[in-house]
């Protein structure tokens, strides 16, 4: 199951440039389990065909209030009372003002008007349209109304500017629409610290020790946290991964770098899921300069780095994670009971589909009362899904 599954979005697309994207938004939205109906205003008609989207969501598509897209007694209210979430994107300056103004003199206006869903509204439209104060004054009404923007982001425009104004990447918006979807979770008002990806430590300025993590395990946990309701603070080492929309995002280097930022970000936190590949040492003395290649080897003299787990509080639920080779489970148990933690996830990197970079993961979850949860080959989304039951269910208890 996907936050989206079985859920019904109204999408809401405008005038702009932009709309074009609208159609990998719906393909994206349905792909992902979710009924989708889609609205389009006068204006985006210029743009795209109702033909496009009835072809992507296999449903009746929506363009005008006085004629009637199906059977349905008051089609017009209709979309808003079943909606599970209003999502316009794009949304263009001439939208965004009949919004603020409470207008419903076309049917995207008025299903906003109509729906108690949430709201999810990504702009689109030229820099200066989207600076103008009208604009601006519009867009915090809005949001003082609990509507939720995603963008715009900065970029090349359709007028060949650059600025603020384009519409914002497919995941992001998704992202919001989840986030908005599962203010209601099972972790809704809690805290969560995730950590992830590959700390490097310093050989000198050119040259680090690091390790092979992706960051993904610890990517799809904050998403998944967030998707349940919690606030997240993401502790991120290195990676190429984009943050989730809605999490928090705290990138450090080194591992001191690390345990700074995990334990300021705990204060007041409910739960630690530590994901990431945290380095085990680190050279006793980095160089100030660039070390030269000689004619004898270099000797590098390694010291151990902080134990950040250890440091956190006993009154957090405390999950580890054990990437092993060997005696997986063996040596995760030992780490479960050294570092005092709730749960620890033991993973073999050395799998092909479930090392680094893989997209799934096989995990076997272990509990401090001698528990042992196998879980299949899953998508490591679904994975941080199932330890997050378990968290929720942890938390729960010590309420």
Same mark, same amino acid.
């Given at each position: 199951?996907?936050?989206?599954?079985?859920?019904? /979005?109204?999408?809401?697309?405008?005038?702009? #440039?932009?709309?074009?994207?609208?159609?990998?938004?719906?393909?994206?939205?349905?792909?992902?389990? %979710? @009924?989708?109906?889609? #609205?389009?205003?006068? +204006?985006?008609?210029?743009? @795209?065909?109702?033909?496009?989207?009835?072809?992507?969501?296999?449903?009746?598509?929506?363009?005008?209030?006085?004629?009637?897209?199906?059977?349905?007694?008051?089609?017009?209210?209709?979309? %808003?009372?079943? =909606?599970?979430?209003?999502? #316009?994107?794009?949304?263009?300056?001439?939208?965004?003002? !009949?919004?603020?103004?409470?207008?419903?003199?076309?049917?995207?206006?008025?299903?906003?008007?109509?729906?108690?869903?949430?709201?999810?509204?990504?702009?689109?439209?030229?820099?200066?349209?989207?600076?103008?104060?009208?604009?601006?004054?519009?867009?915090?009404?809005?949001?003082?109304?609990?509507?939720?923007? $995603?963008?715009?982001?900065?970029?090349?425009?359709? +007028?060949?500017?650059?600025?603020?104004? !384009?519409?914002?990447?497919?995941?992001?918006?998704?992202?919001?629409?989840?986030?908005?979807?599962?203010?209601?979770?099972?972790?809704?008002?809690?805290?969560?610290?995730?950590?992830?990806?590959?700390? !490097?430590?310093?050989?000198?300025?050119? !040259?680090? /020790?690091?390790?092979? &993590?992706?960051?993904?395990?610890?990517?799809?946990?904050?998403?998944?946290?967030?998707?349940?309701?919690?606030?997240?603070?993401? $502790?991120?080492?290195?990676?190429?991964?984009?943050?989730?929309?809605?999490?928090?995002?705290?990138? $450090?280097? +080194?591992?001191?770098?690390?345990?700074?930022?995990?334990?300021?970000?705990?204060?007041?936190?409910?739960?630690?899921?530590?994901?990431?590949?945290?380095?085990?040492? *680190?050279?006793? =003395?980095?160089?100030?300069?660039? /070390?030269?290649?000689?004619?004898?080897?270099?000797?590098?003299?390694?010291?151990?780095?902080?134990?950040?787990? +250890?440091?956190?509080?006993?009154?957090?639920?405390?999950?580890?994670?054990?990437?092993?080779?060997?005696?997986?489970?063996?040596? %995760?148990?030992?780490?479960?009971?050294?570092?005092?933690?709730?749960?620890?996830? =033991?993973?073999?990197? &050395?799998?092909?589909?479930?090392?680094?970079?893989?997209?799934?993961?096989?995990?076997? #979850?272990?509990?401090?009362?001698?528990?042992?949860?196998?879980?299949?080959?899953?998508?490591?989304?679904?994975?941080?899904? *199932?330890?997050?039951?378990?968290?929720?269910?942890?938390?729960?208890?010590?309420?």
């Amino acid at each position: 199951m996907t936050p989206l599954q079985g859920r019904n /979005i109204v999408l809401g697309v405008t005038g702009s #440039i932009a709309a074009y994207k609208a159609a990998d938004l719906t393909s994206k939205l349905v792909q992902a389990g %979710a @009924v989708v109906d889609v #609205i389009l205003t006068p +204006s985006a008609r210029e743009f @795209v065909t109702p033909f496009t989207f009835r072809s992507l969501t296999g449903r009746p598509v929506y363009t005008d209030m006085f004629k009637p897209a199906t059977d349905e007694r008051e089609e017009h209210v209709g979309l %808003a009372r079943r =909606a599970d979430a209003v999502l #316009i994107a794009p949304a263009t300056a001439t939208t965004i003002a !009949r919004l603020a103004h409470g207008l419903a003199d076309e049917l995207v206006s008025l299903t906003v008007l109509a729906t108690t869903a949430p709201v999810v509204v990504a702009p689109a439209m030229d820099a200066q349209m989207w600076e103008a104060a009208a604009t601006q004054a519009n867009v915090a009404t809005l949001r003082e109304r609990g509507v939720t923007f $995603v963008g715009p982001e900065e970029g090349r425009l359709a +007028s060949g500017h650059a600025g603020l104004g !384009r519409l914002a990447e497919t995941e992001a918006i998704l992202g919001a629409v989840k986030m908005v979807l599962g203010r209601g979770g099972d972790l809704a008002g809690r805290r969560i610290v995730v950590s992830a990806g590959g700390t !490097r430590e310093a050989i000198d300025p050119v !040259r680090y /020790i690091g390790n092979r &993590s992706s960051g993904k395990q610890g990517f799809a946990l904050a998403e998944a946290a967030r998707d349940r309701g919690a606030r997240v603070t993401l $502790v991120a080492a290195p990676t190429a991964l984009a943050a989730p929309y809605g999490v928090e995002l705290v990138q $450090v280097e +080194s591992v001191a770098a690390m345990r700074d930022a995990v334990l300021s970000a705990c204060a007041g936190a409910g739960a630690l899921l530590m994901a990431a590949a945290v380095s085990d040492f *680190r050279p006793a =003395a980095a160089g100030e300069q660039k /070390i030269k290649k000689g004619e004898a080897g270099l000797l590098l003299e390694l010291a151990q780095t902080d134990d950040i787990l +250890s440091e956190v509080p006993d009154t957090l639920v405390k999950v580890g994670f054990a990437a092993e080779t060997e005696d997986l489970l063996a040596n %995760a148990a030992k780490k479960l009971a050294a570092k005092r933690l709730d749960l620890i996830c =033991a993973n073999d990197v &050395s799998a092909a589909d479930a090392g680094f970079g893989a997209d799934t993961n096989r995990v076997t #979850i272990l509990d401090r009362a001698g528990g042992r949860q196998e879980l299949p080959l899953l998508s490591k989304y679904e994975v941080a899904q *199932r330890v997050l039951d378990r968290v929720a269910a942890l938390l729960s208890q010590r309420r």
